[in-house]
């Protein structure tokens, strides 16, 4: 059966519909699994117990609670697990407005330490960490590190180990089977993937310490609707197709790109001359829709992505419809002027292909 799918029953739908109610009648004593808005909705639990599926491998023992973004989530994690006096590690190369997040940290007396995510270097700051945080794959330069050996060292200095699993999904890459008690995502991308959802979840195998993250959603608010869990459960069906293809078309663009001579420094984990390939290919089973490369200068950039005609520019990614971004141009980033990141879509690789190798040509003779 699949993740989520629940038992057939005659002359109903095969797909639960969205539920909305912001409270439920609960006559007596409370009870049960639904009293408010707040607190629960079914439609939630069916997502849920999807995620929770696909973060365990089918082999159950984990906990989901979904959010209202991918921050939230993140947020959830990061402001619910430390206090005064703790410290925090962080990978300086990680989604910059979770990097963003430290000046909060610190502005509640937690200690916030940088270290990147390419050769293990969060390694040599876990002395006295309350959480060590990771983003593997990360976002938007594709460096990938060990999962297990961080969490090992992390867990024997004392912390919890978070991994922000949004570039991979669970599909791609199961974070608590490789010793995290959290794996963070905003679903908003590749695990919904059409591009009309904002949503997170924050997975765990420890009862308390989903029931902590569970406390911190209902204490400060941040619930997805049920219209928004519900295109996600909805969107689980096809997620690994959607996946595979993206995964697919991610090879094929780079083959393109890397026998061309105006991109440079192309990044894709499951590309197997990336420098990331050797621990992705040991702990990923997909290895995502992102690709990153750089173009000689910002205006050789933007004049790619003018020309443009199928691919569309888009700060998100995991869309079903490629889309690419010159990542410099929120500044949030350590990127090259002229660095793309590239969401790989479902198209059809030659007409994708096509279209990346036209709008590079005319950039080139335009320059």
């Given at each position: 059966?699949?993740?989520?799918?629940p038992a057939?029953?005659s002359?109903?739908?095969?797909?639960?519909?969205?539920?909305?109610?912001?409270?439920?009648?609960?006559a007596?004593?409370p009870a049960?699994?639904?009293?408010y808005g707040?607190d629960s909705?079914?439609?939630?639990?069916i997502?849920?117990?999807a995620?929770?599926?696909?973060?365990?491998?089918?082999?159950?023992?984990v906990?989901?609670v979904?959010?209202?973004?991918?921050?939230a989530?993140?947020?959830?994690?990061?402001l619910?697990?430390?206090?005064?006096?703790?410290?925090?590690?962080?990978?300086s190369?990680?989604y910059?407005?979770?990097?963003?997040?430290h000046?909060r940290?610190?502005?509640?007396g937690?200690?916030?330490?940088?270290?990147p995510?390419?050769?293990d270097?969060?390694?040599?700051?876990?002395?006295?960490?309350r959480?060590?945080w990771i983003?593997s794959?990360?976002?938007p330069?594709l460096?990938?590190?060990?999962?297990?050996?961080?969490a090992?060292a992390?867990?024997?200095a004392?912390?919890?180990?978070?991994?922000?699993n949004?570039l991979?999904?669970?599909?791609?890459q199961?974070?608590?089977e490789?010793g995290?008690d959290?794996?963070?995502?905003?679903d908003?991308?590749?695990?919904t993937?059409?591009?009309?959802?904002?949503?997170?979840?924050?997975s765990?195998?420890?009862p308390?310490?989903a029931?902590?993250?569970?406390?911190?959603r209902?204490?400060?608010?941040?619930?997805?609707?049920p219209?928004e869990a519900?295109l996600?459960?909805?969107s689980?069906?096809t997620?690994?197709l959607r996946?595979d293809?993206?995964?697919?078309?991610a090879?094929?663009?780079v083959?393109a790109?890397?026998?061309?001579?105006d991109a440079?420094?192309?990044?894709?984990p499951?590309?197997?001359?990336d420098?990331?390939?050797?621990?992705?290919s040991?702990q990923?089973?997909r290895h995502?829709?992102?690709?990153?490369?750089?173009l000689?200068?910002?205006?050789?950039?933007?004049?790619?992505l003018?020309g443009?005609r199928?691919v569309k520019?888009?700060?998100?990614?995991g869309?079903?419809r490629?889309?690419?971004?010159?990542?410099g141009?929120?500044?949030?980033?350590?990127?090259?002027?002229?660095?793309?990141?590239?969401?790989v879509g479902?198209?059809d690789p030659?007409?994708?292909?096509?279209?990346v190798?036209?709008a590079?040509?005319r950039?080139a003779?335009?320059?």
């Open positions: 059966m699949g993740a989520g799918v057939a029953q002359n109903r739908p095969v797909v639960p519909g969205p539920v909305f109610a912001s409270y439920f009648h609960l007596g004593e049960g699994p639904y009293q707040r909705n079914p439609t939630w639990t997502l849920e117990d995620l929770s599926a696909l973060e365990s491998g089918g082999d159950g023992g906990e989901t979904v959010f209202a973004s991918g921050m989530a993140a947020s959830a994690v990061l619910s697990q430390v206090r005064s006096g703790d410290v925090v590690v962080l990978p190369d990680c910059y407005n979770v990097r963003g997040l000046e940290l610190r502005g509640y937690v200690e916030t330490r940088f270290a995510t390419a050769g270097g969060q390694l040599d700051v876990l002395d006295g960490a959480l060590l983003e794959p990360s976002n330069g460096d990938v590190c060990d999962i297990r050996r961080l090992e992390a867990h024997a004392g912390a919890l180990v978070a991994v922000d949004t991979a999904t669970p599909l791609g199961r974070p608590l490789l995290a959290f794996s963070v995502s905003s908003t991308k590749a695990l993937g059409h591009g009309d959802v904002l949503l997170g979840h924050v765990s195998r420890d308390g310490l029931e902590s993250i569970r406390a911190w209902k204490t400060v608010g941040a619930i997805p609707g219209m519900w996600a459960y909805r689980l069906a997620l690994h996946l293809r993206q995964a697919a078309n090879l094929a663009l083959a790109l890397v026998a061309r001579d440079s420094g192309v990044r894709h499951g590309w197997a001359d420098p990331a390939y050797p621990v992705a040991r990923m089973r995502g829709c992102v690709v990153g490369f750089t000689p200068d910002q205006g050789h950039a933007e004049r790619f003018d443009l199928l520019q888009a700060t998100s990614f869309g079903v490629s889309s690419a971004e010159r990542r141009r929120w500044g949030g980033d350590a990127v090259a002027p002229g660095f793309i990141r590239f969401s479902v198209e030659e007409d994708l292909i096509a279209d190798t036209q590079l040509e950039a003779h335009d320059s």
